[in-house]
């Protein structure tokens, strides 16, 4: 069985995104970036049914820039077998990237596809999704667990105030909710390993597609900062105060 994982480079967590003066776009100047972390869920939830005799093959796949690489390396360094990097420097938002996975999915045929639920920067949840329809594959959504059996995936979805679990037929979807497992860290004989894996190299349009930045990106704009807030020594105080200053009562 074969596994493909979808990874998406985006600003570390730990960063505090700047925007640029002009307001065009996140200002990427030496920010340190990583791969989303719901990417590396779905990596270990592959690496983990290929350590269960599940899966024969874990295939990890990124479209982005050249530097995107690291994140592809990083998946290797964490299990995965070989990488595909779809490079392209253009802003490609998710149903671009749909098309490109999808081109991907027909070249590779994979048994399962796992994606991350959402990807930290762009927030968008629906990669997943514009991928199972353009392939027209069924998909379980926000996975927190998974089970395979005899050519059927059983995917247990977080969803409000409670779990569904859903069957579906291979080949099919899955995109990675927070408590789906815990991402092991990469061993550094494994990133040495990682680095003489295949690595192969595509572009839009050598899977016979083209990318367009629909849609356009018209500005990014900081969080209002907020106001210090006061502490009150009563509840009368803090009455008047919501009467009077703020004039929320
Ligand atoms: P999104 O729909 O953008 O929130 O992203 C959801 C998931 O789609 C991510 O966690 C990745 O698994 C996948 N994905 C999004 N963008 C890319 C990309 N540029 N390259 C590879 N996978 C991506």
Redesign the pocket.
């Known amino acids: 069985m074969k596994v493909l994982?979808?990874?998406?480079?985006v600003i570390d967590y730990n960063v505090k995104i700047r925007v640029k003066p002009d307001h065009s776009d996140v200002d990427l100047t030496n920010v340190k970036m990583a791969m989303?972390p719901?990417?590396e869920i779905?990596v270990e939830e592959a690496v983990r049914l290929k350590e269960k005799g599940i899966a024969t093959e874990v295939v990890a796949?990124?479209?982005?820039p050249k530097a995107?690489q690291e994140q592809l390396r990083t998946a290797l360094a964490l299990g995965a077998d070989r990488a595909i990097h779809?490079e392209t420097d253009e802003r490609?938002?998710?149903l671009g990237?749909?098309k490109?996975?999808k081109g991907v999915v027909d070249q590779e045929k994979p048994d399962l596809v796992?994606?991350?639920?959402?990807?930290?920067?762009?927030?968008?949840?629906?990669?997943?999704?514009?991928?199972a329809a353009l392939a027209g594959l069924p998909q379980g959504t926000f996975a927190s667990a998974i089970g395979i059996e005899a050519g059927e995936i059983e995917v247990t979805r977080e969803i409000d105030g409670g779990l569904q679990t859903v069957a579906l037929k291979l080949p099919a979807v899955v995109?990675?909710d927070l408590r789906l497992n815990e991402p092991r860290y990469a061993k550094l004989p494994d990133i040495m390993k990682a680095k003489k894996k295949p690595l192969e190299t595509h572009t839009p349009e050598s899977l016979g597609l083209t990318v367009s930045a629909a849609p356009a990106l018209l500005k990014v704009e900081t969080p209002a900062e907020r106001k210090g807030g006061v502490k009150v020594a009563s509840v009368d105080e803090l009455v008047d105060k919501l009467k009077n200053e703020a004039k929320v009562l």
């Not at 994982?5 to 480079?9: E, F, L, Q, S, T």
């Not at 796949?61 to 982005?64: D, I, L, R, Y």
């Not at 959402?118 to 999704?129: E, F, L, Y």
């Open positions: 994982v979808a990874v998406k480079r989303n719901f990417c779905a796949v990124t479209v982005g995107a779809v490609v938002e998710s990237v749909a490109l996975l796992i994606l991350g639920k959402q990807a930290i920067d762009t927030d968008n949840n629906q990669t997943g999704q514009m991928l995109t990675s």
